[in-house]
């Protein structure tokens, strides 16, 4: 199984800075017949079901604020939140698609410095 | 708008079964894989089970592959989870997402389960 592994576990930022949560991979989610990562990010509020922010590393889903993007690729992945909003403070986590079971990492949590 | 609905969370006693269904709306649901994903008490999320579109394939977790099996029956835009031989450590929210571009890009609210004597 590919271990998912996030960095840090927690996070406090103060609102308008910059968040940097990373996410390393076991093994390369790099599909080879289509140059695709398959490596997603979600966001989990409170209460709530989580909530697709990011997919293949770095695709924006629609609707997503532009103050988040993803980069990485091979095994090194990051979410960043350029700007951090009151709205941001959530359970963060990163997963891959690449084989099954398609684990998650432990989470990230995120909250208001 | 997608809306994914889950129902036939409970409380269950060790040993026994419980069958969740998640009805899809809004969306070519025959088009799509299917998942299921759960979340213990105060814990993080943990992949179970997929079905392909057509219900030809699917794949679980190793801690339920054997008890739980996953179906789907796409003239009722349902997918289930049937669930036998419940442990304590399978108590969780149990959420369907569907699948899209190698994520899944919409969840339902999800259904708790909870094992206990």
């Known amino acids: 199984d590919i271990v998912m592994t996030q960095s840090p576990d927690s996070l406090a930022v103060s609102l308008g800075e910059r968040a940097t949560i990373n996410c390393k991979s076991s093994q390369s989610l790099l599909y080879s017949s289509d140059n695709k990562n398959y490596l997603s990010w979600y966001r989990q509020k409170p209460g709530q079901p989580p909530e697709l922010l990011i997919y293949w590393a770095s695709t924006r889903e629609s609707g997503v604020p532009d103050r988040f993007s993803g980069s990485g690729s091979g095994t090194d992945f990051s979410l960043i939140i350029s700007s951090l909003q009151a709205e941001d403070v959530a359970v963060y986590y990163c997963?891959?698609?690449?084989?099954?079971?398609?684990?998650f990492g432990q989470g990230t949590r995120l909250e208001i410095k | 708008q997608v809306y994914l609905v889950e129902s036939g969370g409970g409380v269950v006693q060790p040993g026994r079964s419980l069958r969740l269904s998640c009805v899809g709306s809004?969306?070519?649901?025959?088009?799509?894989?299917m998942h299921w994903v759960r979340q213990a008490p105060g814990k993080g999320l943990e992949w179970v089970a997929v079905i392909s579109s057509d219900g030809s394939k699917t794949s679980y977790v190793d801690s339920v592959k054997g008890r739980f099996t996953i179906s789907r029956d796409n003239s009722k835009s349902t997918v289930y989870l049937q669930m036998d031989s419940l442990r304590p450590e399978d108590t969780a929210v149990y959420y369907c997402?569907?699948?899209?571009?190698?994520?899944?890009?919409?969840w339902g609210q999800g259904t708790l389960v909870t094992v206990s004597s």
């Open positions: 997402s569907k699948g899209a571009r190698g994520a899944t890009d919409y």
């Open positions: 997963q891959q698609h690449y084989s099954t079971p398609f684990t």
């Open positions: 809004e969306f070519t649901f025959r088009a799509y894989g």
